[in-house]
């Protein structure tokens, strides 16, 4: 919403300076978005007379002009037309941004004429689309002096960023009032219901349709005998601020009531109107409308049209129609003035991508009173611009019930604004803004004013008298505290992912944030057929139509977008939500990651390695270990389900409890996301992981052996599908208070190895606590070590 200083005191007695009004929109809830000053702007335009004006001697459309600025002479190469001795034109000199043609001028020679400047066009100046001239100015006008000041364009102009709730500052007047509630001078009077009498009856009369439109209420008055020149230069002046064109007087009087009280009017051709009555209708399905914008749309029925017996010759509320515009020709008009609802008009301008100032003020609601006093005013203009007679108003529908008046409590400011208003000075910043107060027994009842559609209750009163007053009067306040300390904000689910997401970022991975969707054929990659309870009834995109039944998905198309940019050797991850179904149950917390390329580049120590299987267990142990859980107690199964890769991953588990997948992806998924592979990835579900036990919020005192450990070394034969984790485990239980660690070191088959069988050696840690092991102890220990291997594998000792 823009205007100007100027325009602001057609309705605002005050002195206040640009800031103290920029200062005070902003305090009282009108967001200032930008301020424009068109003289610091055009500064360097002056007006400059044109001392002689001599034919170049090298082209015969160019003129050598001496211009006198004000500040000296200067010799400039012209090529308008109207350029000549004695006149006075507007100069911009060397250095100059000239904004029409986005050029910076410079000092230049024109057919070896030297050129220090330039006498402009409006359309150099971006006044206006005219360039056959320069601009001649009167011959009154002072050199020297800035072009703005002359032309009374010097006018600051203030755009606001109104929010939807506040149709009454649609206008310049409602600005003004909210402003003069604020303290900043006096609103003046306005007398927008004075009649204009009409002299003969409406030849074109108004219908509104029993089909459920959108329209409620229309006024119209028809006019004859009109001349549709220009507006009056001070209206094109104020349209041009704000960033409009003008066109006619009957067109510029629309936008400029529009702008000024907030009221969109139409006028229609009514010489080109083919029937009497203009009906208020729902559209046809598939109905053909031009509009004014020289476009076709297609119609649907839940639109409202004004229609001219088959034709749409208007869209309610958003756009006037092209075949009954008006023109430079027009001698016959008829005025609407129509209420419509805002939803519907919001509605169709969505389906239809059109923008308009009146869609802008219709979808956030036009004061009803308006379509009465409406009519008046546009009377008024289009006598006082364009002369003719003007008929007796004709209406359609029924005017809004909008009358209601709300009770406010006395102390309803104090305890829901948190400020304390007295009741006088509530009652003055409410009559200030259109209500009429009525004192109760310690309340107070407000009448509404027709133009506040946004005041539904007590709440929007103190609002109201809150934001006038000052939101910063009101008091900071601390919380009052039931206990010395606060209690901990945090719970335990969320420090475990927070932890999760450290740990994670600590082995090397990115965190990603993705969708919590994907494309449905690509979510059946990762567990077949989706159910249609995860599918989306209105995606935000057709490749985005189902809920992610496994975070891998997404995070697996970024890798490949990122190695198909240059970026192969990337790990990511992501903590989030994976879905298996529609209840609260099929709705899992998932720490999932993966690795593309190289786990390890090239370097001069070493070669290159991929990520491999085991990269991704090492992250799901760590993520597990992040989590809390017992990631020493784990066990390894070979049952992951089928997007890993069928001999090169596994799942960690505690028995039957699943807590996470890894592995390599299968190279089928990796073909149906039109990703290159190999990539390996985990799976960690937080949710099954077993609650840790607390043991106080302190740490456990450091414990340190200060005997040194020992260390021996077994070699066993297995059987080939013996895992390495059963073997560590049941090493391990062998004797849990000698036995500190048990590492795999190495495994062997091949050459010189029975068939069907593999060698594992291991490292066990023997930690003495109150002597040093003696070697009937260490002997003694080895033997059950050996004995539980043998026992729980079948396995032996190698010679």
């Not at 496994?550 to 995070?555: A, D, M, P, T």
Request: with cysteine; hydrophobic share 40%; charged share 25%.
């Amino acid at each position: 919403m823009k205007f100007t200083l100027g325009w602001l005191k057609d309705h605002l007695e005050t002195d206040a300076p640009v800031s103290q009004i920029v200062e005070t929109l902003i305090r009282i809830g009108l967001e200032v978005d930008t301020v424009d000053d068109p003289a610091a702007e055009l500064s360097a335009f002056r007006v400059a007379h044109v001392i002689s004006a001599e034919p170049h001697p090298d082209a015969d459309r160019l003129q050598v002009c001496t211009v006198d600025t004000g500040e000296g002479t200067v010799q400039g190469v012209c090529g308008a037309p109207n350029a000549r001795a004695g006149m006075k034109g507007v100069f911009a000199p060397v250095g100059t941004w000239v904004p029409g043609i986005e050029v910076e001028l410079k000092a230049a020679k024109i057919r070896g004429v030297e050129s220090s400047g330039m006498l402009v066009s409006e359309r150099e100046m971006g006044l206006s689309d005219e360039h056959d001239g320069i601009i001649d100015l009167p011959a009154d006008a002072p050199v020297g002096k800035p072009f703005a000041e002359v032309l009374g364009i010097d006018d600051p102009v203030i755009d606001i960023e109104l929010t939807p709730n506040r149709p009454d500052c649609t206008g310049v007047r409602g600005i003004a009032r909210d402003l003069a509630a604020a303290g900043l001078g006096t609103l003046k009077p306005f007398d927008a219901a004075a009649p204009v009498a009409g002299s003969y009856e409406s030849p074109v009369k108004w219908a509104v349709a029993g089909d459920g439109n959108a329209c409620s209420y229309v006024v119209g008055r028809h006019f004859k005998g009109v001349t549709n020149g220009p507006s009056p230069k001070w209206v094109q002046d104020r349209l041009r601020a704000v960033g409009l064109r003008p066109i006619s007087a009957l067109v510029d009087i629309t936008n400029y009531v529009s702008l000024d009280l907030g009221r969109p009017l139409h006028v229609f051709d009514a010489a080109r109107l083919k029937h009497k009555t203009l009906t208020m209708r729902r559209a046809r399905e598939g109905e053909d409308f031009t509009a004014l914008i020289e476009k076709d749309f297609k119609l649907d029925s839940e639109m409202t049209v004004i229609g001219d017996g088959d034709s749409a010759e208007a869209l309610a509320g958003v756009m006037g129609g092209l075949e009954s515009s008006c023109t430079e020709d027009t001698t016959e008009v008829f005025l609407e003035v129509a209420l419509f609802d805002p939803v519907s008009v919001a509605t169709t301008g969505r389906k239809l991508q059109m923008e308009s100032d009146a869609r802008y003020r219709f979808e956030r609601g036009v004061d009803p009173e308006s379509a009465e006093w409406g009519a008046e005013v546009a009377a008024r203009l289009i006598q006082e611009f364009c002369g003719g007679e003007v008929s007796k108003p004709v209406r359609a529908g029924s005017m809004p019930d909008w009358q209601r008046s709300i009770e406010l409590r006395n102390d309803r400011v104090a305890t829901l604004g948190g400020v304390d208003v007295p009741s006088d000075r509530q009652a003055e910043i409410l009559d200030a803004l259109g209500f009429e107060t009525e004192r109760l027994n310690g309340k107070m009842s407000a009448a509404v004013p027709s133009w506040r559609p946004d005041i539904g209750g007590e709440a929007d009163l103190v609002e109201e008298i809150t934001r006038i007053h000052g939101f910063d009067r009101i008091a900071p306040v601390s919380l009052d505290r039931d206990a010395a300390l606060p209690s901990v904000a945090i719970t335990p689910e969320q420090r475990r992912a927070s932890n999760v997401r450290r740990t994670l970022a600590a082995c090397g991975l990115d965190e990603a944030v993705t969708w919590s969707f994907m494309g449905r054929a690509q979510a059946e990659l990762f567990g077949g057929e989706l159910p249609d309870t995860l599918v989306l009834a209105n995606p935000i995109s057709s490749e985005l139509d189902a809920m992610r039944p496994s975070i891998l998905g997404n995070l697996l198309l970024a890798a490949g977008r990122n190695a198909d940019r240059g970026f192969a050797d990337v790990g990511l991850f992501e903590l989030g939500p994976a879905y298996q179904d529609a209840t609260p149950d099929g709705q899992q917390l998932v720490a999932a990651g993966v690795r593309h390329g190289n786990a390890q580049g090239a370097h001069w120590s070493g070669k290159a390695r991929a990520a491999d299987a085991l990269d991704a267990k090492a992250d799901a142990m760590a993520a597990i270990q992040g989590a809390g859980g017992p990631a020493a107690n784990v066990q390894v199964s070979r049952d992951a389900p089928d997007w890993y890769h069928p001999g090169r991953s596994g799942v960690l588990r505690l028995g039957k409890n699943v807590l996470a997948y890894f592995g390599e992806i299968h190279p089928a998924v990796l073909r149906g996301l039109d990703v290159r592979g190999p990539v390996v990835g985990f799976e960690v579900f937080l949710d099954n992981m077993p609650p840790r036990k607390e043991k106080g919020s302190s740490r456990p005192a450091l414990h340190l052996e200060s005997l040194q450990p020992v260390r021996r070394d077994f070699a066993f034969l297995v059987n080939a599908d013996v895992q390495a984790g059963d073997l560590l485990r049941a090493a391990r239980a062998a004797d849990r208070d000698a036995i500190t660690d048990v590492a795999l070191f190495d495994v062997y088959e091949g050459k010189n190895m029975e068939a069907g069988k593999k060698s594992l050696a291991i490292q066990a840690t023997l930690q003495p606590s109150e002597a040093t092991f003696t070697d009937a102890e260490i002997e003694e220990i080895s033997t059950r070590i050996v004995a539980a291997v043998e026992k729980a594998t079948g396995g032996a000792l190698r010679g």
